[in-house]
């Protein structure tokens, strides 16, 4: 079965069911043209003293992890940040250390913390 992007997000909406949780988040205005990124899912955790916004990017297909470069900019926006694919695509070594990751299990839809991110800002 080939996991899909829509199937991932699924799974981390139900993963954060307390928080404010969106996906395709936009950086800015459409007008932006190149300097516009769109981050994969977004979970912001309701707290007035400690807000914590986790960007996460989410990846299906080895290449498009391999040639992808534009993660680096959404580190600015988030408090954490991580990597979401099926188990095995991405390994945490390929992964700078404050960068988290978590695997989905397709046959359960289930996921799994490979490596928790650490606080980037």
């Not at 916004?53 to 080895?62: G, Q």
């Amino acid at each position: 079965m080939k996991v899909r992007a829509d199937m991932v997000k699924r799974a981390l909406s139900k993963r954060h069911h307390e928080d404010f949780f969106l996906t395709e988040v936009k950086t800015g205005p459409t007008h932006y043209g190149a300097d516009l990124h769109i981050i994969d899912a977004l979970a912001i955790k309701k707290s007035w003293a400690n807000p914590c916004i986790t960007a996460y990017e989410v990846k299906v297909d080895r290449g498009d992890f391999v040639r992808d470069e534009k993660w680096i900019a959404y580190l600015q926006y988030c408090h954490q940040f991580a990597f979401v694919c099926p188990k095995g695509l991405i390994q945490p070594e390929e992964l700078p250390e404050e960068v988290g990751l978590v695997y989905y299990n397709h046959e359960t839809g289930a996921l799994v913390t490979k490596r928790k991110p650490h606080i980037v800002r």
